[in-house]
T-cell receptor, first 113, second 113 residues
Framework: ETGVTQTPRHLVMGMTNKKSLKCEQH?????MYWYKQSAKKPLELMFV???????ENNSVPSRFSPECPNSSHLFLHLHTLQPEDSALYLC????????????FGPGTRLTVL | AQKVTQAQTEISVVEKEDVTLDCVYE???????LFWYKQPPSGELVFLIR??????QNEISGRYSWNFQKSTSSFNFTITASQVVDSAVYFC??????????FGSGTRLLVRP
């Protein structure tokens, strides 16, 4: 089993749809992250969860709603997105400390029509 | 604020050539962490190496080597005898006392047969 998995790998949605991205880590880590990778920008940190508590919200619009039910799973709920939200969404996990190395999943390629 | 600069947008080499990817990291902190990640076409960010600011020893792992020079804030990555499978986007990243992992804009490496 690969360390960090993400589903779906590709998602196309309309602006009025509601969808969710799922991330699962099999590394026994305690911290999980969501990043956004757009075509013209460096990777941007969106959210950080440590021991299932959100510790960082990097000024992300409310149309993105994260959920971390346990230390192995992380979701990103999407609703009323805009075309500019089209990007690769990457999930990562780290052992626990804030300076620990982050390990990434394969990403979900999201297209908003 | 911290900043990661990867001045080389794209590099093209012929197989078996050596190639060096440049990275400059700026922060006011004296303690920080530097990373290199590889992103193949599949999208997943693959962790390659981590260095701490207080450890200036160079590191070699097979065909990969890293040169960290604190005086010039550089953390360069060299691939010896490049192979087609090395073709990917390579990201340098840094983390200071903000505990946020900040990425450079990436260098796209194309290794031609």
């Amino acid at each position: 089993e690969t360390g960090v998995t993400q589903t779906p790998r590709h998602l196309v949605m309309g602006m009025t749809n509601k969808k969710s991205l799922k991330c699962e880590q099999h590394l026994g880590h305690n911290a999980m992250y969501w990043y956004k990778q757009s075509a013209k920008k460096p990777l941007e940190l969106m959210f950080v969860y440590s021991l299932e508590e959100r510790v960082e919200n990097n000024s992300v619009p409310s149309r993105f709603s994260p959920e971390c039910p346990n230390s192995s799973h992380l979701f990103l709920h999407l609703h009323t997105l805009q075309p500019e939200d089209s990007a690769l969404y990457l999930c990562a996990s780290s052992q626990g400390g804030t300076t620990d190395t982050q390990y990434f999943g394969p990403g979900t390629r999201l297209t908003v029509l | 604020a911290q900043k990661v600069t990867q001045a080389q947008t794209e590099i093209s080499v012929v197989e078996k050539e050596d190639v060096t990817l440049d990275c400059v990291y700026e922060t006011r902190d004296t303690t920080y962490y530097l990373f290199w990640y590889k992103q193949p076409p599949s999208g997943e960010l693959v962790f390659l190496i981590r260095r701490n600011s207080f450890d200036e020893q160079n590191e070699i792992s097979g065909r990969y080597s890293w040169n960290f020079q604190k005086s010039t804030s550089s953390f360069n990555f060299t691939i010896t005898a490049s192979q087609v499978v090395d073709s990917a986007v390579y990201f340098c990243a840094g983390m200071d006392s903000s505990y946020k992992l900040i990425f450079g804009s990436g260098t796209r490496l194309l290794v031609r047969p």
